[in-house]
């Protein structure tokens, strides 16, 4: 399953693999491309899959990849290429305030102070909880399927 709001992204290359499928009937060299393209394609649907996932007790974490560091309330999680690039809400609550901040697109290995940022703050009944998305070289955007006033549960996207 892709993810709904990636839909349009993660299929734009198939068109341009169908056309140079065809054309390959006309040409050999179009091979090449069709091959290039669907390689792109098959990147592309497993860079913005969506699976299911089981949502666990207490507060979840809201994304898949490499926890870098725990400080008191803080969790930072590294998303590698590998790892699925939809996040979910770690506890229910309702969203009280979301801050889109513009930025660069720096590696997000490496210094990310001035990456595409996304702040979302959440009150839930064990407190505030705010959750920062950051964009990166590869992952350039960020989508949110939440808009302030929204009461979504736990593992909701």
Not at 44 to 53: A, G, K, S, V
Not at 142 to 156: H, N
Request: aromatic share 12%.
């Amino acid at each position: 399953m892709i993810a709904k709001k990636c839909i349009p992204v993660a299929l734009s290359p198939l068109p341009f693999f169908l056309i140079l499928c065809i054309l390959s009937f006309l040409r050999y060299f179009f091979v090449f491309g069709a091959v290039i393209f669907l390689i792109v394609q098959l990147f592309f649907l497993f860079f913005f899959r969506d699976m299911p996932r089981t949502v666990g007790e207490g507060v979840i974490s809201p994304a898949d990849g490499r926890v870098l560091y725990v400080e008191h309330n803080t969790l930072a999680i590294f998303m590698s290429l590998m790892d699925m690039h939809v996040n979910l809400m770690p506890y229910e609550g309702r969203i009280v305030k979301m801050k889109h901040y513009e930025g660069g697109h720096a590696p997000a290995y490496g210094n990310v102070g001035n990456n595409e940022r996304l702040e979302t703050e959440i009150e839930s009944e064990i407190g505030k909880i705010k959750v920062v998305q950051i964009a990166g070289m590869i992952a350039r955007r960020i989508v949110p399927y939440v808009r302030e006033g929204d009461s979504p549960g736990k593992g909701d996207k």
